[in-house]
């Protein structure tokens, strides 16, 4: 008989967790699931955050539409509650300040998330403050699952670090709730990508950056762009902010316009392809997944549609072969490069002086 574990970790799932797995596995929307279960889509969505406490009646219903015995729900729901008192008694204030070493809090007062020449405990306030939690054990319990996912798919040579992925992710969900949208429309999205394609011929991102936030909000997409803290390699993210407004997240991280465009078409990809309550992050440190190939293939057909595909393999290697196959694409050269880097065709060293490159401004 295996001995009782002493692992205790530092975070919590709440049952909604793997309500939402399930969920995501066998393609149910949280609408179909609030209908199958009686509840409000509002109801539905409070019990997946881990707001709602499965009662027995409750967890009845939920083997009769998910399967798994309902004593399997009250336990879930029972060794949450557990641990969340847990850490509580094992978090005391006085271990807060260490939280703080998690977090790229210079780089967040140089970017201007955090105001300057704060102390120590105004640090802490402001920290809480931005990400809108009372105390540090609240935050695990908030970005638990980014923490986790972030933890276990890092490569141990150049992980990303959790709090600056959780810190890039918050200042970009408050940048994308005071965008105002349209409502979420999949059709008019996809039908947009192709005139945000020709975007991609403009060369100052102070041209073309608002019109595509522009094209995309009347979609339903707030397009946000943060600069990535030390620490966090991440390149994009999306998740829904509400039923009817997605975040599509960009990190600008390799300052060049190949991958700032694959990154934004792979991102519109999960918006169009996958759950609307996941959240897609993408990084070196993020482990390959069925999503991930499929986002990747979106973004390569829309930047090459398929009429283009032979084209694309028989290209001469030269500057002049490459310019004139991105005009009949209507794509910006650098994206041709990156996408015959991307199948083999030519070596990642080469032909890079057509890709445009960006630089941060103060």
Request: hydrophobic share 40%.
């Amino acid at each position: 008989m295996p001995e009782k574990s002493d692992f205790h970790p530092n975070w919590v799932s709440a049952p909604g967790d793997t309500i939402a797995d399930i969920l995501e596995e066998r393609n149910i929307s949280q609408l179909e699931f609030a209908q199958q279960i009686g509840l409000t889509l509002e109801e539905a969505e409070e019990l997946l955050k881990g707001h709602t406490t499965i009662t027995i009646e409750l967890a009845r219903q939920l083997e009769g539409v998910l399967d798994g015995s309902a004593a399997f729900w009250v336990n879930r729901e029972s060794q949450y509650r557990d641990d969340l008192s847990r850490l509580h008694r094992e978090v005391p204030t006085a271990n807060h300040g260490k939280w703080l070493d998690e977090l790229p809090v210079k780089d967040m007062t140089k970017f201007g998330w955090l105001a300057p020449f704060l102390s120590s405990a105004s640090k802490e306030a402001a920290c809480l403050q931005f990400f809108g939690v009372p105390d540090a054990t609240t935050w695990r319990e908030t970005y638990h699952r980014v923490l986790q996912t972030t933890a276990f798919r890092a490569s141990p040579s150049f992980a990303s670090q959790p709090g600056a992925i959780a810190a890039w992710l918050r200042q970009g969900e408050l940048e994308g709730e005071s965008i105002d949208c349209g409502p979420w429309d999949d059709d008019r999205f996809q039908s947009a990508l192709s005139g945000i394609r020709r975007l991609t011929w403009r060369k100052n991102p102070k041209a073309f950056v608002p019109e595509l936030q522009k094209r995309c909000a009347a979609c339903g997409v707030a397009v946000v762009i943060v600069r990535s803290p030390s620490g966090c390699r991440a390149s994009g993210a999306t998740r829904f902010l509400s039923p009817s407004k997605a975040l599509l997240l960009l990190s600008f991280r390799y300052l060049s316009d190949d991958h700032f465009w694959f990154s934004f078409f792979h991102e519109a990809g999960h918006l169009l392809l996958h759950s609307k309550g996941a959240l897609f992050l993408e990084g070196p440190d993020v482990a390959a997944s069925k999503e991930e190939q499929e986002a990747n293939e979106f973004a390569a057909h829309v930047l090459v549609p398929d009429e283009f595909r032979a084209a694309l393999l028989k290209v001469r290697p030269e500057a002049r072969d490459i310019l004139r196959l991105a005009k009949r694409l209507g794509v910006s050269p650098g994206l041709v490069v990156g996408q015959l880097q991307h199948i083999g065709r030519i070596g990642p060293g080469q032909l890079n002086s057509l890709k445009r490159r960006f630089r941060w401004t103060q």
